[in-house]
C-alpha cells in the first residue's frame, strides 16, 4: 500500500502504489464497505433462504414487507448457539494438536522464517464426522440437522464473534507479535482489514491452520452435511438435487484436506496478513456464503433426472481433479527441485530469484509448462466450475444459490491480479519472463 514504507514493502512483498485514487479506495473506501456491508449481508441470505415472503428471492428487498421481515427474523447471538460453536473450536484444536501427523514447513517468508503445520486434515475431517454423525444418529444426543435449526444465533454469534477477534488480532500484532512478519500502515482501517500479522501462533498454535483449515472448512463440511440431514428430516428423504450439490462440495473438502501442505504455499497462507479479509471471511462469510447452495435447497427438494444428476457429478468431480491435478504440479515441482515429469515430459522451468528481508537472496522454480503454461492462473478455471456444478442443482428460478459462484469469479479475477503484482514484485525481470512464455492471465488465448 502507499502508506507502508520501503522497509514494510520487503518485508510483504507488496504491490507498490497504484495512484492516489486508487490507492484511496483499495486501503480504505473498500476496505470500510466490505467491513460495514458483509456483515449484514451475511445475515441476510440466511433469512431470505428461510422466511417468507422471500422463498429464496432477492426480489422482496424491494418492498416494505420484505424489511419488515428482515427486521421480524434478525437473529440475536444465543448460549445454545455459542455452545455449539465453543465445542467445535474446542475440538478441532484438540484433533489439530493431538491427532498423529507429520510436520510440515511452509515456504520461506518475507523475513525469512518457515512456519511449522501439523498435517493430520484428514483423520480429523474422518473423526469429526464420525463423532458428529455417532453422536446424532447412534447415540441420540442430538438431530443431524441441528446445524440448520440454529443457523440463525450461530452465523450472528460468529460475525460479532470474528469481528471482535480481529480487533485483538490487531492489538496483538501490534503489542505482542509472533515474529517479524507483521507491518502497521498507520492507517487503522487498513490494519484491521488486511491484518498486522503473516503468521500469527497463540501458545504454540498457529491460528491461520486452526482458523482457515480446521475451524472453517471443516465447519462447512459439517454445515452441508447436516442441511441434507435436515432435508431428509423435514421431507422424509434427500432429494438428488441436494445430494449431488453436497456430495461435491463434501469430495472438495476432502480433497481440500488431503493436499492442506499445498494450501500453505497458497496466497491466503503466505502473502495474506491474518484480519478482517481472512479472519472474520473464513469465520463467518464461509459459513454464511460458501454453503448457500445447499442452505437454499433445505425446502426446496427437487429431484433431477437422474442420468442429469450423475452427469453434474461427474462434472464437478472431475473439475476438482483439475484442480487438484494443477495444484499438484506446481507443489511438486518444488518438492522435487523439477526432477519431474510434467503431462509425460521434462518441466519447462524458469529459476526466479529474489531477496528476503535480511538481504539473502534464494531461488524458485516456476513451472511454465503442464497446466501452469496454459495461463499463469488456469488452475481457477476448474475452481469456478467445479462451484458451478454444486449451484446448478438448485435450478435456475433464483440468484440466491448462484451468488458464491458470483462472488467468487469475482475473488479469483481480483486475486490473478494481486497474485502477478506480488510475484513481480518478488521476481522482477523472472517473473517478466514467465508472463512473456506464459502470457494468459486465467483463460488461454482470452484473459
Ligand atoms: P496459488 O496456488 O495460485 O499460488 C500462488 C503462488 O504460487 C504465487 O504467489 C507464487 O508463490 C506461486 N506460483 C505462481 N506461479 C507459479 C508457477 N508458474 N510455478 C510455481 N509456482 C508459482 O494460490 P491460490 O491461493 O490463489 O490458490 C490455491 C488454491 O486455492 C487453488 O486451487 C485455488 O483454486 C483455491 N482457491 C479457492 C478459493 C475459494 O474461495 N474457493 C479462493 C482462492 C483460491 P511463490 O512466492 O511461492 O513463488
New binding site residues.
Given amino acids: 500500500m502507499s502508506n507502508e514504507s520501503p522497509a514494510q514493502k520487503l518485508t510483504t512483498w507488496a504491490a507498490g502504489s497504484d495512484g492516489a485514487w486508487v490507492d484511496l479506495i483499495r486501503s480504505r473506501l473498500g476496505p470500510l464497505l466490505l467491513i460495514l456491508s458483509t456483515p449484514p449481508a451475511a445475515i441476510l441470505f440466511w433469512i431470505v433462504c428461510t422466511f417468507e415472503p422471500f422463498d429464496g428471492s432477492l426480489l422482496p428487498l424491494l418492498t416494505a414487507k420484505g424489511w419488515r421481515s428482515v427486521a421480524a427474523h434478525f437473529p440475536s447471538p444465543s448460549l445454545a448457539a455459542a455452545e455449539m460453536i465453543l465445542v467445535f473450536v474446542v475440538l478441532e484444536t484438540a484433533l489439530l494438536q493431538w491427532l498423529p501427523g507429520k510436520d510440515f514447513f511452509g515456504?520461506i517468508t518475507p523475513s525469512g522464517n518457515r512456519p511449522r503445520y501439523k498435517l493430520n486434515g484428514i483423520a480429523a475431517w474422518l473423526v469429526t464426522h464420525g463423532l458428529f454423525f455417532g453422536c446424532s444418529y447412534g447415540l441420540g444426543l442430538f438431530s443431524a440437522g441441528v446445524v440448520w435449526d440454529r443457523f440463525g444465533p450461530m452465523l450472528i454469534t460468529l460475525v460479532v464473534f470474528a469481528l471482535v477477534l480481529c480487533l485483538l488480532l490487531y492489538v496483538k500484532g501490534r503489542v505482542w507479535p509472533t515474529c517479524e512478519d507483521r507491518s502497521v500502515s498507520g492507517n487503522f482501517i487498513w490494519d484491521y482489514y488486511w491484518g498486522v500479522e503473516l503468521h500469527p501462533e497463540l501458545f504454540g498454535i498457529n491460528l491461520k491452520q486452526l482458523i482457515n483449515c480446521r475451524i472453517s472448512m471443516m465447519g462447512w463440511s459439517i454445515i452441508v452435511c447436516s442441511f441434507a440431514a435436515k432435508q431428509g428430516e423435514l421431507f422424509g428423504h434427500v432429494s438428488n438435487s441436494m445430494l449431488v450439490s453436497v456430495a461435491i462440495t463434501v469430495v472438495y473438502l476432502l480433497k481440500f484436506f488431503w493436499w492442506e501442505s499445498g494450501y500453505f504455499?497458497?496466497?491466503?497462507i503466505?502473502?495474506d496478513r491474518f484480519g478482517y479479509y481472512i479472519c472474520w471471511g473464513v469465520l463467518a462469510w464461509v459459513p454464511a456464503v460458501y454453503a448457500l447452495t445447499a442452505q437454499y435447497l433445505v425446502l426446496r427438494p427437487y429431484d433431477m433426472p437422474a442420468a442429469l444428476a450423475a452427469a453434474i457429478f461427474v462434472v464437478g468431480l472431475a473439475a476438482i481433479y483439475v484442480?487438484y491435478a494443477a495444484?499438484e504440479q506446481?507443489q511438486r515441482?518444488?518438492e522435487t527441485g523439477g526432477n519431474t515429469t510434467v503431462w509425460g515430459r521434462a518441466p519447462d522451468l524458469i529459476h526466479a530469484r529474489y531477496t528476503t528481508a535480511d538481504a539473502s537472496e534464494h531461488e524458485?522454480?516456476?513451472?511454465?509448462s503442464g497446466w501452469?503454461g496454459l495461463a499463469?492462473?488456469f488452475?481457477?478455471v476448474p475452481?469456478i466450475a467445479l462451484a458451478l456444478a454444486w449451484s446448478i442443482p438448485a435450478g435456475f428460478e433464483h440468484f440466491v444459490p448462484y451468488f458464491y459462484l458470483t462472488f467468487?469469479i469475482l475473488?479469483?479475477a481480483d486475486?490473478a491480479t494481486r497474485?502477478d503484482k506480488?510475484?513481480r514484485n518478488?521476481y522482477g525481470a523472472d517473473w517478466d519472463e514467465?508472463c512473456r512464455r506464459v502470457p494468459a492471465k486465467i483463460i488461454p488465448g482470452l484473459y
Fill in positions: 515456504p504455499t497458497s496466497l491466503d503466505m502473502h484442480n495444484d506446481r515441482v518444488r524458485s522454480l516456476l513451472l511454465a501452469w499463469r492462473h488452475h481457477y475452481e467468487l475473488l479469483l486475486r497474485d506480488r510475484c518478488k514467465y
